[in-house]
C-alpha cells in the first residue's frame, strides 16, 4: 500500500517548538524531492518547505517559504524513508493541517515544486495548533 504517514502535530504554546515527521511506505523515495505543505481553514495550500533527494547536502537543494524561514527545518532520511520538519518559534499563525507530499517527477527542487498540482502522493495531514 502506497502512503505517507504524518505524525508529531499537536497543541503548543506560540515560542514553542514542535518537529513532524513523515513516513514512506509502499512507494519508491529516496530519488524523489519532498515537502511540507500546510492549509488553514479558509485558505489555499501552501508549500512550507521542500527538500531534494540529497536531503539538503549540496547548495540551493531547499526551499522554505518566507513566512517559516529561519524557523523551520526540512531533513530526510532516505535509508528510514522518512521526511521531518522541525518547527521552532512558532507562531499562532502557524496553525494549520500540516502535510507531507512526494513530487511527481524529479529529484531536485525548482520554481515549480511550491505547486502542490506536482506533487502526486501525499500524507491525511497532521494538525498544528499554537495557542497565543
Known amino acids: 500500500q502506497v502512503q505517507l504517514v504524518e505524525s508529531g502535530g499537536g497543541l503548543v504554546q506560540a515560542g514553542g517548538s514542535l518537529n513532524l515527521s513523515c513516513a514512506a511506505s509502499?512507494?519508491?523515495?529516496?530519488?524523489?524531492?519532498m515537502a511540507w505543505f500546510r492549509q488553514a481553514p479558509g485558505k489555499e495550500r501552501e508549500c512550507v518547505a521542500t527538500?531534494?533527494?540529497?536531503?539538503?547536502?549540496?547548495?540551493?537543494?531547499?526551499f522554505y517559504a518566507e513566512s517559516v524561514k529561519g524557523r523551520f527545518t526540512i531533513s530526510r532520511d532516505n535509508a528510514k524513508k522518512v521526511v521531518d520538519l522541525h518547527m521552532s518559534s512558532l507562531k499562532p499563525e502557524d496553525t494549520a493541517v500540516y502535510y507531507c507530499a512526494r513530487r511527481t517527477y524529479g529529484s531536485s527542487v525548482d520554481p515549480r515544486s511550491v505547486r502542490p498540482e506536482t506533487y502526486d502522493t501525499w500524507g491525511q495531514g497532521t494538525q498544528v495548533t499554537v495557542s497565543s
Open positions: 509502499g512507494l519508491s523515495f529516496s530519488y524523489y524531492a
Open positions: 527538500i531534494d533527494w540529497t536531503g539538503g547536502r549540496t547548495g540551493g537543494s531547499t
